[in-house]
């Protein structure tokens, strides 16, 4: 499968990795941005170590199984890796994309920038992504720093048209 908006030619394919793998990855990144479109979200990140290269976790917005022990999360990890002009060029085909698959004049929408990706969790009925917002320094551990978290934010995963339908089954 291809990223939305990316010709055959581009030979940018998305690599099938085990989805904890994917996660496991993402929580090595010190600075993320999270983009979403109706179907999917796109999570950027970068590391320390590599900072000037953006790596690319894709979530699609999908209903889970019924069976909670079920299927692990919908993640595919990017295999390539984008300097930050290639990032934006790559945001801009994702839009031209989304807007002419939905018809939507918004397309592709900036959620969120974080400092830590968290993971994943499951709550009854989606998976949700759980970013870490805000951070502050608290001190060093031989060469590693340490951080303690000030701020977090959970974003579900469901499509925003069951999410809606949900809340409305709940709310009066």
């Known amino acids: 499968e291809t990223t939305p908006g990316l010709s055959a030619s581009s030979g940018i394919t998305l690599a099938r990795r085990a989805p904890m793998e994917a996660v496991a990855l993402a929580r090595g990144f010190s600075e993320l941005q999270l983009w979403e479109t109706p179907a999917t979200f796109y999570l950027f ?14 979530v699609r917005r999908e209903d889970p199984p019924e ?27 994702l839009q031209l994309a989304t807007r ?3 018809g939507h004049s918004q397309g592709l929408v900036f959620v969120l920038h974080a400092c830590a990706f968290l993971g994943m969790v499951r709550f009854l009925e989606s998976y949700y992504l759980h970013f870490a ?13 340490v951080y303690r978290i000030d701020a977090t934010t959970l974003v579900p995963t469901a499509p925003p ?6 809340l ?5």
Request: overall charge positive; aromatic content about 2%; proline content about 7%.
């Open 45 to 58: 990140g970068r590391s320390p170590e590599r900072s000037r290269a953006w790596s690319l976790l894709k």
């Open 67 to 93: 069976d909670p022990g079920g299927a692990s999360p919908p993640i595919e990890l990017d295999a390539g890796e984008y300097t930050d002009a290639e990032m934006r060029a790559l945001l801009q085909r």
């Open 100 to 102: 002419a698959k939905t």
């Open 133 to 145: 917002t805000r951070r502050e320094h608290v001190g060093l551990i031989g060469a590693r720093s």
């Open 161 to 166: 048209a069951e999410l809606a339908q949900r």
């Open 168 to 172: 409305s089954a709940v709310l009066p």
